[in-house]
């Protein structure tokens, strides 16, 4: 049985003030009546941190079907001006860095054996 890959099948490319906004309105549960609504948030933020593209000035996020439910009931309880309280574009960026490092060490170990 061969391994498939999986990858989100709703994406959109945002401005990077606009991937900012994005992730500091899924740290801010708090204000998230329903538990069940709220419950996935953490997932789907650090995804975000994790797994989202760098594509020139541009980030490509990705979500599951599964996962859109929670984001549109975030954006629109939230349609408000909100203050970003960090850029979490740094930290995708750093999230990306560390990633390639490490990819790299473990191929380099795998040559050397």
Do not use: C, H, W
């Amino acid at each position: 049985m061969s391994y498939e890959k999986k990858t989100p099948s709703i994406r959109a490319k945002l401005s990077i003030d606009d991937y900012n906004k994005l992730i500091e309105l899924l740290s801010d549960r708090e204000n998230l009546v329903p538990e069940e609504v709220r419950k996935n948030g953490d997932e789907i933020k650090n995804k975000l941190l994790m797994f989202s593209e760098i594509i020139d000035d541009k980030v490509l996020v990705g979500f599951f079907p599964s996962q859109i439910e929670y984001v549109l009931y975030v954006l629109l309880t939230n349609i408000t001006r909100i203050e970003v309280s960090e850029n979490f574009y740094r930290i995708l960026v750093e999230n990306k860095e560390k990633y390639k490092k490490n990819k790299e060490m473990k191929e380099e170990n795998n040559y050397n054996e």
